[in-house]
């Protein structure tokens, strides 16, 4: 599964936007992006997840650029339950392999 | 629909002493994962179950730490003896499984347990 990179922490302010990066370089052309979030004590939790097209769910928005080396997870309206770390992970869809996580970004909302 | 649930939340344990974790997934789902939690780090995957077979164990220390998934629905993870590193969060995780999915093999997980060895 390909690596990606996180910036480690962001703030943002409560009922902002909250944009958070991923690049991840090496990806290959069968590879997905996932996005799930660690709120405090408890256990990951799924976003979203897309291969090359901008995906939207209730949570939040996907937006991958064209050469597929990097992607942004958008929060439109960022509340304080939306604080946690964020992690980005890039796998191949196909049967029930792990989940790689990296150390993810640690997304403070503040009031 | 009850999600991944975990038992015991917390446990405290003495260096040497046995201890076990228990977890019943989604109904429906046969792929189970156990993934262990260092603080500040992101979980590292222990042990994979498709039904009742451990189809990716390669990470699981096998003199101290085991797991069973009998019937292929719940599953319990044990360490005998438990050392002072050995302190993390134990998660676990299941999926629907195989190629069924595909890309939407969404693994949901539980809140874990807390484990402290003294």
């Known amino acids: 599964d390909a690596k990606t990179t996180q910036p480690p922490s962001m703030d943002c302010a409560e009922g902002r936007a909250a944009n958070l990066p991923c690049n991840h370089s090496?990806?290959?052309?069968?590879?997905?992006v996932y996005w799930y979030r660690q709120i405090h004590s408890q256990g990951p939790q799924y976003i979203i997840h897309g291969l090359k097209n901008n995906e939207t769910n209730e949570m939040a928005s996907l937006i991958i650029t064209e050469d597929r080396k990097s992607s942004t997870l958008i929060l439109p309206h960022a509340t304080l339950r939306d604080t946690a770390v964020y992690y980005c992970i890039v796998r191949v869809p196909q049967g029930a392999q792990k989940l790689v996580f990296g150390q993810g970004t640690r997304l403070t909302i503040n009031p | 629909e009850a999600g991944v649930v975990q038992s015991p939340r917390y446990k405290i344990i003495e260096k040497k002493q046995p201890v076990a974790f228990w977890c019943n997934p989604i109904?429906?789902?046969?792929?189970l994962y156990w993934y262990l939690q260092n603080l500040g780090q992101g979980p590292e995957l222990l042990i994979r179950y498709e039904n009742e077979e451990a189809v990716d164990d390669s990470q699981l220390p096998k003199d101290r730490f085991s797991a069973e998934r009998l019937k292929g629905v719940d599953s319990t993870l044990k360490i005998q003896p438990a050392e002072l590193g050995d302190s993390a969060v134990y998660l676990c995780?299941?999926?629907?499984?195989?190629?069924?999915?595909?890309?939407?093999?969404?693994?949901?997980f539980g809140a874990g347990t807390r484990l402290s060895v003294l």
């Open positions: 109904s429906g789902h046969n792929t």
């Open positions: 995780a299941s999926s629907l499984g195989g190629g069924r999915a595909g890309a939407k093999n969404i693994q949901y």
């Open positions: 090496t990806i290959s052309g069968n590879e997905y």
